[in-house]
């Protein structure tokens, strides 16, 4: 209690500092391994764990981005098809219409 804070709280505060401005910037998209990768080109010496739990302590979480799959070629293929029914009529839902070949 009566000794003074350490170098290593005072670097941890002006790291605090510097990730809530890398998070700020990215709009909450960057986790631990980007930060600290932002931080190693800005020229601190610090490690990824470190950020991690830095990170941790400020609420700095990162924001998850929902990643889509789309078939490319799937909208050019129901596009392309036409109706080879001899009445024209169009199914309303699957596994009614049965084709032999």
């Known amino acids: 209690m009566k000794r003074p804070r350490s170098e290593r709280k005072y670097q941890d505060d002006d790291l605090k500092v510097q990730i809530q401005k890398i998070s700020d910037d990215s709009a909450g998209r960057y986790g631990s391994p980007r930060i600290w990768k932002a931080l ?44 080879l029914r001899p009445d024209g009529a169009v199914p309303k839902s699957g596994n009614q219409v049965w084709v032999l070949t």
């Open 40 to 83: 190693l080109t800005k020229g601190y010496e610090v490690s990824r764990k470190r950020v991690a739990r830095l990170m941790q302590e400020l609420g700095v979480v990162a924001r998850v981005m929902r990643v889509t799959c789309r078939a490319p070629g799937i909208i050019r293929f129901l596009a392309s098809g036409e109706n």
